[in-house]
């Protein structure tokens, strides 16, 4: 089992950058392939970013590709989102989870078993 603790969210104008942290227990954290998603208010949980266990794989959907992206240090149990060039559209709570151990990048949020509590992220235009 894994725990999930985000931080980095707060409040940034339109074009500007945040890098949400994903901080991880345990001596297991590199079997883990991490996602991040997000919410917005009365919007249903968004995929984000997702990365597999070793860094060397990575994917994202149309909507961040180019602006987002996710790393990982294996030797600080923790993982990155770096976000550019921001949207007011990109507002919302972002979470990171984890799958289950050995498996694979998945975009489904139904496929990861362990989250964290979210952090906030605020654009204004």
């Known amino acids: 089992q894994v725990q999930l603790v985000e931080s980095g969210g707060g409040l940034v104008q339109a074009g500007g950058s945040l890098r949400l942290s994903c901080a991880a227990s345990?001596?297991?954290?590199?079997?883990?392939?991490i996602g991040w998603f997000r919410q917005a208010p009365g919007k249903e949980r968004e995929f984000v970013a997702a990365i597999n266990r070793s860094g060397g794989s990575t994917d994202y959907p149309d909507s961040v590709k180019g602006r987002f992206t996710i790393s990982r240090d294996n030797a600080k149990n923790t993982v990155y989102l770096q976000m550019n060039s921001l949207k007011p559209e990109d507002t919302a709570v972002y979470y990171c989870?984890?799958?289950?151990?050995?498996?694979?990048?998945?975009?489904?949020?139904?496929?990861?078993?362990?989250w964290g509590q979210g952090t906030q992220v605020t654009v204004s235009s």
């Open positions: 989870a984890a799958r289950p151990r050995f498996l694979t990048i998945s975009q489904r949020g139904s496929d990861y078993s362990f």
């Open positions: 345990g001596r297991t954290f590199s079997t883990y392939t």
